[in-house]
């Protein structure tokens, strides 16, 4: 399991526009937040949801929170859905493709995700869905 979770981490290191700090924090009632510590942006993930949804589904948030830091979410004034919209078609786009599966399957097997601004789990399969178009294996 530990050798899945580096190789994945792995892929996904090369995505990053450039790097941020991610910190633990089993505080936080989300997987994972983009958010802005001393005036530097930061993804702040919970451990404890990243071991209960498992390895891919764990890095296909961190996917998408990459895409909220690639794409200048925390420092410019986007709205909410949009937001998280563009997020969630980055990952779809940039994760493994394997990571996109398995986020696909868990939000269509586990329906309502995040607050209102993420949609439905249906929803964000769909979206994960069209965005991954054209994708190579999808």
């Known amino acids: 399991m530990k050798k899945l979770i580096a190789i ?10 450039w790097a941020v700090p991610e910190i633990p924090d089993t505080r936080i009632s989300d997987i994972a937040i983009t958010t802005v510590i001393n005036g530097q942006v930061a993804i702040v993930f919970n451990p404890i949801y990243c071991q209960q949804l498992g390895p891919l589904v764990c890095n296909f948030f961190r996917a998408h929170e990459y895409g909220h830091v690639n794409l200048g979410h925390p420092i410019r004034a986007t709205h909410p859905q949009q937001a998280e919209f563009e997020a969630d078609c980055w990952a779809a786009r940039n994760a ?43």
Request: aromatic share 10%.
């Open 8 to 17: 994945v981490s792995l892929e996904l290191a090369t995505l990053n526009a």
């Open 96 to 138: 493994p493709l394997i990571q996109v599966q398995a986020a696909y399957q868990h939000f269509m097997a586990n329906g309502f995700m995040g607050d209102w601004s993420h949609g439905t789990g249906v929803q964000r399969a769909q979206r994960v869905a069209a965005c991954a178009q054209g994708r190579s294996g999808w």
